[in-house]
């Protein structure tokens, strides 16, 4: 794979089946850690995690039911009815998770506000420095010996969401964390030549 790929990239794996021993706090500090070393545009550091386990989880994941309802009788997302299922299935895997950190974008603007170019720009540039930090955290949670999923589907249930956490800014994903209970083979991958247009080398 080549001298400079570290470890916990090539090992990394989108988890969908848990165990449901639960995590030492220790493990999963050390992974918000490395979110919070992620770079960011700025220095902003845009992002706030919310650590969920047990009843609380369970009381945010009602959000996400009641979202999911909601789409199908007033849709934020119209043109995404099709991938609500998938939607479904994840509220699944997030219920079966012992843990389920919420990544929130503290200068996050709301998703039914039309905004004006230079604010679209301030988003694309948190959103990279947010992503950031959710690849760190995933990393970090392989490296640790766990199985995690990177969750986008929360934005059937963005207005409950950001209702039910009842902090600032706008809910960017959520993460799933856990002891692997699967052992999926990696998915395929675009080659070099897909994806990579050379302009400097011979």
Known sequence: ???FMI???IDRRSIRKFKSDDIPKSVIEEIIKAGILAP???NRQPWKFIVTAGAEKERLLTAMEEGLEREKREPLLPDSADYRKGAEYTLGIMRQAPVVIFIVN???QSL???L???ERIYEICNAQSIGAAVE????AATEAGLGS???CDTFFAQREFNERLNTDGELFAAMAVGYADEMPLARPRKSMEDVVDWRFYE
Do not use: C, F, Q, Y
């Open 1 to 3: 794979m080549g001298i």
């Open 7 to 9: 470890r916990a990239i």
């Open 40 to 42: 960011s545009s700025k």
């Open 106 to 108: 503290v200068l996050g």
């Open 112 to 114: 039914e506000r039309t």
């Open 116 to 118: 004006m170019p230079e």
């Open 136 to 139: 760190n955290m995933i990393l």
């Open 149 to 151: 999923l990177w969750i």
